[in-house]
């Protein structure tokens, strides 16, 4: 069972605007910790797509989008395309030890 | 442009020692704020971070599997080695070595190796 909470899966149409959040607590969100967000195709290394809450690593289309609150954060993606179609994880810090959600499937229907 | 590739076996046997390097390019490890890590994953499970040392030879491991892990560098080699001990078929995955740049507060990991499929099995 992971610190960060995750959605098990989401989906949406191509086009439509989808959100995958990461739920914390005060132990870690909830601290302070800044959150990162990674995309990882299936038999291959993630990669960083969002990092510092809402910052976009050179390369990243603007369509990708975070944001964080409180003892939660979430990744947006508006205008869906089929390659985005991927699993994505949160990563934060618990007590100073690095910690990630469980991952989330995105599937576009 | 920075790369990390993984080496070290695909299969070791149970409560062997598992020993992985990391060998990298693009950056120092000399360079202050640094460091390089590993990075987990069982077969369609989720990432497991597992350690972490950085370029002033300061070393971070997971508080739950502390005991069974050291990491190392070789800076004039540009490689970073994990030993795990006690290996268990629960064990299984794919290790990564990963990239920390130079930030403050909560780091990220910027550049990931392709990854070893590790499997533990008599």
């Known amino acids: 069972q992971s610190v960060l909470t995750q959605p098990p899966s989401v989906s949406g149409a191509p086009g439509q605007r989808v959100t995958i959040s990461c739920t914390g607590s005060?132990?870690?969100?909830?601290?302070?910790?800044?959150v990162h967000w990674y995309q990882q195709f299936p038999g291959t290394a993630p990669k960083l797509l969002i990092y510092?809450?809402?910052n976009r690593p050179s390369g990243v289309p603007d369509r990708f989008s975070g944001s964080k609150s409180g003892t939660s954060a979430s990744l947006a993606i508006t205008g869906l395309q089929a390659e985005d179609e991927a699993d994505y994880y949160c990563?934060?810090?618990?007590?100073?030890?690095?910690?990630f959600g469980g991952g989330t499937k995105l599937t576009v229907l | 442009q920075i790369t990390l590739k993984e080496s070290g076996p695909t299969l070791v046997k149970p409560t062997q020692t598992l020993t992985l390097t990391c060998t990298f390019s693009?950056?120092?490890?000399?360079?202050?704020?640094?460091?390089v890590g590993w990075i987990r994953q069982p077969p369609g499970k989720a990432l497991e971070w597992l350690a972490l040392?950085?370029?002033?030879?300061?070393?971070r491991y997971s508080p739950s599997l502390n005991n069974r892990l050291t990491i190392t560098k070789d800076t004039s080699k540009n490689q970073v080695v994990l030993e795990m001990t006690n290996m268990d078929p629960v064990d299984t995955a794919t290790y990564y070595c990963?990239?920390?740049?130079?930030?403050?507060?909560?780091?990220?990991?910027?550049?990931w190796g392709q990854g070893t499929l590790v499997t533990v099995s008599s």
């Open positions: 990963v990239y920390r740049p130079s930030s403050l507060g909560s780091g990220w990991y910027s550049a």
């Open positions: 040392i950085y370029w002033d030879d300061d070393k």
């Open positions: 990563q934060s810090y618990d007590n100073s030890f690095v910690v």
């Open positions: 005060s132990s870690n969100i909830g601290e302070g910790y800044d």
């Open positions: 693009g950056f120092s490890l000399r360079t202050s704020g640094v460091g």
């Open positions: 510092r809450n809402n």
